[in-house]
T-cell receptor
Framework: ETGVTQTPRHLVMGMTNKKSLKCEQH?????MYWYKQSAKKPLELMFV???????ENNSVPSRFSPECPNSSHLFLHLHTLQPEDSALYLC?????????????FGPGTRLTVL | AQKITQTQPGMFVQEKEAVTLDCTYD???????LFWYKQPSSGEMIFLIY??????QNATEGRYSLNFQKARKSTNLVISASQLGDSAMYFC????????????????FGQGTILTVHP
């Protein structure tokens, strides 16, 4: 069983749709992250959760709404997105925020907003 | 603020040869960590190697090694004996430790270098 899974792997949505991205980790980690990877741009950190509490919101527009119901699951709720939000959305986890442990990434969700 | 710079958009190497991917960073923090990740076309980010700012020796992990030059703020990745499966995007990243701050666990990424290994 892979450590970090993300569903769906691909998503196409209109600007008026509401959808959710899901991340699930089986590593027992307590910190989870959402990153956005746009074409020809570095990965951008969006949100950080540590022990289910949001500890970082990197000036992300409110049309992105994260949710962390438990230490194994992380969601990104999407509504009224814009075409420029089309990107690869990556979830990552690590054992403890603040340590130099490597972050383990999921395979990502490729989002296209029409 | 932290910044990672990867000046090589693309690199080519012959199979079985070594290749060096460049990375420079900018930070005012004294304690930080430097990472390299590999991203194949499947999209998943795969951790390769880590170097701490206070590590005196260059990190090595199998065919991967770092040429860490702290004074120059560079941490170049060396891949020895390249394989066709090494073809991917490679990202350099850093994480700073700021006492009492909020940058714990936050990775700042460079723009990446696409490595192509030719048979």
């Amino acid at each position: 069983e892979t450590g970090v899974t993300q569903t769906p792997r691909h998503l196409v949505m209109g600007m008026t749709n509401k959808k959710s991205l899901k991340c699930e980790q089986h590593l027992g980690h307590n910190a989870m992250y959402w990153y956005k990877q746009s074409a020809k741009k570095p990965l951008e950190l969006m949100f950080v959760y540590n022990f289910k509490e949001q500890t970082e919101n990197n000036s992300v527009p409110s049309r992105f709404s994260p949710e962390c119901p438990n230490s194994s699951h992380l969601f990104l709720h999407l509504h009224t997105l814009q075409p420029e939000d089309s990107a690869l959305y990556l979830c990552a986890t690590t054992t403890e925020q603040g340590r130099f442990n490597e972050q383990f990434f999921g395979p990502g969700t490729r989002l296209t907003v029409l | 603020a932290q910044k990672i710079t990867q000046t090589q958009p693309g690199m080519f190497v012959q199979e079985k040869e070594a290749v060096t991917l460049d990375c420079t960073y900018d930070t005012s923090d004294q304690s930080y960590g430097l990472f390299w990740y590999k991203q194949p076309s499947s999209g998943e980010m795969i951790f390769l190697i880590y170097q701490g700012s206070y590590d005196e020796q260059n990190a090595t992990e199998g065919r991967y090694s770092l040429n860490f030059q702290k004074a120059r703020k560079s941490t170049n990745l060396v891949i020895s004996a390249s394989q066709l499966g090494d073809s991917a995007m490679y990202f350099c990243a850093m994480c700073s430790f700021v006492a009492g701050g909020t940058s714990y666990g936050k990775l700042t990424f460079g723009q990446g270098t696409i490595l192509t290994v030719h048979p």
